[in-house]
């Protein structure tokens, strides 16, 4: 009889709303947070090496829209040797961005996207004039809107995903880069609203 894989990783939209299954055969320990930051890991990792109170085995399930570059690197070690009772759980947005060396230790990485959902907001956003979209964008990131963000990356990604257009295929950068760190995401939202064609 073969083992369950130790680490987990699956995208849903809406990570921190995900209902998890429970397991009667574990302890689950659930960390739910929209940033995932260092000392959120330093936490996690402390808790991987206690041994479960009741039980035998434990599963840590972190349902995060962000993980910090500097909280990646922090779990590297404990996903790829982790004590034999803990297991892992990530619910992450579609849209994280996550170190190679990272995903390397998770088993799946499994997407939960509603299209409907992703289509509605960037249709929306698809309907509007030039100067409309750089208005919104402008609006958007000047409230720090996180969520419409979040909302029009995953709606790019989805798009591009179904282009034929070669033209409008350099739209997978813009895509892969928007809210990571170091991005000018006003540049690339902007290249985005001007690269667009008009509905």
């Not at 995953?154 to 034929?164: M, P, T």
């Amino acid at each position: 009889m073969s083992m369950p894989h130790h680490a987990t990783i699956v995208r849903s939209v809406c990570p921190c709303d995900y209902l998890v299954t429970r397991k009667p055969e574990m302890e689950q320990v659930f960390v739910v947070l929209e940033t995932f930051g260092i000392d959120d890991a330093r936490r996690l990792i402390e808790r991987a090496y206690q041994r479960p109170q009741e039980l035998s085995l434990q599963q840590l399930i972190v349902q995060t829209n962000f993980i910090t570059h500097e909280a990646q690197n922090a779990l590297l070690k404990v996903l790829e040797e982790p004590p034999l009772s803990t297991s892992f759980l990530f619910l992450v947005s579609p849209d994280l961005v996550l170190l190679p060396t990272l995903l390397s230790r998770f088993e799946q990485s499994t997407t939960l996207v509603e299209a409907e959902e992703v289509d509605q907001e960037f249709s929306v956003f698809l309907a509007l004039s030039y100067g409309e979209r750089i208005a919104a964008i402008e609006s958007a990131l000047k409230k720090k809107d996180v969520v419409w963000q979040r909302a029009m990356k995953r709606g790019l990604i989805h798009y591009v995903g179904h282009q034929r257009d070669i033209a409008l295929r350099d739209l997978e950068y813009v895509a892969r880069l928007l809210l990571t760190r170091g991005a000018s995401n006003k540049m690339l939202f902007e290249h985005m609203a001007l690269t667009l064609p008009l509905s």
